[in-house]
């Protein structure tokens, strides 16, 4: 009989592996936290040397609904009705109804004839993007320079010829497209919001374009659903362009406070996806507790703008207050707050001196998420951080600045506007 442990020849493979990413500083540790239903956006660390309070500065739950009592009752009920899983592939168990509502919610959030729900939006951008594509004849993918790993994979997958274009750049973008053959189908691929640097693509440029050269548009609106617009729609539905993006990829996991990604479309789209995508056909749906759950968080902040405006006066209050301490905030459009830090050492060991003496926790964005000499802390506030706990995690900063020798605003070449090359 095998032993328990690998073959030596091999651990030491996955070994050398470990080692290679210490030796690029690219070595990930995941903090350990138990967060506190209605103590948000507190939460307990456990470590070594025991337990602590600490304060989330870095979640991506960015309205706190995960902890919202209408989310949190319909996650209860619905376990209390149909139990805790969904019995596995919408092929052999079915749809459990709270997904077919969810499905009918995110369609109309949308303005869409229809919307299909994947277990993540990472599967959601796989297994869309790369199945739209194989649908389309010879398509012509054309993807924005920064997308997300999640699109860069669909793209791959998709075996279709690839075109990148240059972040944000509409005039490169139809440089592309004018060389295209009129006749060849094209999608267009672009994120509504960018996740680190907190910029917003021109979407009625992108979708002028398309309708100029009959393309596809497909927009990954993930940090943007429930964020802005009327009633939560994203981006999209803040400019005014809703009607003219054909495929909408979004998540349940970050405004909306729990889990799963979806897309929504026309009917036919829709469908050709839930028919060939595999991504979806072989993996089991998301179970009824989160569907309740998901599909309340949805419809409160499609009637309560409470919630958006409130987050939108603590991002604008945080990045005054980090200007005003001289930190080198980056430039942002959105409620993502950049401060850059340009070194992977140092942004690793910011980030643990603001856990272990501050009781402050955000996680360092080191390469490849960013570029090198782009290492960053990502601040993400929310409506529950108030005035006292942004002063004291900019008191705290200025502290760890100090002591690790950092650059403030004016030596780091970040200004108003402007970023340094």
């Known amino acids: 009989m095998r032993p328990l442990s690998l073959l030596p020849e091999y651990d030491a493979m996955f070994r050398g592996a470990l080692d290679r990413l210490h030796q690029e500083r690219r070595y990930r540790v995941f903090a350990d936290l138990e967060r506190q239903a209605g103590r948000y956006p507190y939460a307990i660390w456990h470590s070594g040397e025991g337990k602590r309070e600490v304060v989330i500065w870095c979640s991506n739950d960015?309205?706190?609904?995960?902890?919202?009592?209408?989310?949190?009752?319909?996650?209860?009920?619905?376990?209390?009705?149909?139990?805790?899983?969904?019995?596995?592939?919408?092929?052999?168990?079915?749809?459990?109804?709270?997904?077919?509502?969810?499905?009918?919610?995110?369609?109309?959030?949308?303005?869409?004839?229809?919307?299909?729900?994947?277990?993540?939006?990472?599967?959601?951008?796989?297994?869309?993007?790369?199945?739209?594509?194989?649908?389309?004849?010879?398509?012509?993918?054309?993807?924005?320079?920064?997308?997300?790993?999640?699109?860069?994979?669909?793209?791959?997958?998709?075996?279709?010829?690839?075109?990148?274009?240059?972040?944000?750049?509409?005039?490169h973008l139809e440089r592309l497209l004018r060389a295209a053959d009129p006749e060849r189908p094209k999608l267009i691929v672009c994120e509504s919001l960018y996740s680190m640097d907190g910029d917003i693509a021109p979407l009625h440029r992108i979708c002028d374009l398309a309708e100029r050269y009959g393309a596809l548009t497909y927009v990954d609106e993930v940090h943007a659903v429930g964020m802005y617009g009327p009633r939560g729609g994203g981006i999209a539905e803040r400019d005014g362009v809703m009607e003219r993006i054909d495929i909408v990829e979004g998540t349940l996991a970050k405004a909306y406070g729990c889990l799963g990604g979806y897309l929504a479309a026309g009917t036919n789209l829709i469908d050709a996806v839930r028919s060939y995508a595999p991504g979806f056909i072989f993996t089991t749906a998301l179970p009824p507790p989160v569907c309740a759950a998901a599909t309340a968080a949805i419809r409160h902040l499609k009637a309560s703008t409470a919630e958006r405006v409130r987050h939108q006066d603590r991002a604008a209050r945080l990045k005054s207050v980090l200007t005003a301490a001289d930190l080198p905030v980056m430039p942002s459009e959105s409620h993502i707050v950049p401060v850059h830090v340009g070194d992977p050492e140092k942004c690793r060991a910011a980030s643990d001196l603001l856990m272990s003496e501050h009781g402050i926790y955000i996680q360092p964005i080191n390469y490849p998420t960013v570029p090198r000499g782009m290492e960053r802390l990502r601040l993400t506030p929310t409506p529950y951080h108030d005035d006292a706990l942004m002063d004291q995690l900019v008191h705290a900063m200025m502290k760890v600045w100090d002591k690790l020798h950092l650059c403030y605003r004016r030596e780091s070449g970040f200004t108003r506007g402007h970023e340094a090359p």
């Open 62 to 171: 960015y309205l706190g609904m995960s902890q919202h009592p209408k989310v949190m009752g319909a996650m209860i009920d619905a376990v209390s009705r149909m139990g805790t899983g969904a019995g596995g592939t919408r092929n052999i168990a079915g749809t459990n109804h709270p997904l077919v509502a969810l499905e009918q919610e995110l369609a109309d959030l949308h303005g869409k004839e229809a919307a299909l729900v994947f277990t993540s939006g990472y599967v959601s951008n796989e297994a869309g993007i790369s199945t739209i594509a194989k649908l389309l004849p010879g398509c012509l993918l054309l993807s924005d320079a920064l997308n997300h790993n999640s699109m860069i994979e669909g793209v791959r997958k998709a075996g279709a010829e690839k075109q990148i274009w240059q972040h944000n750049d509409p005039e």
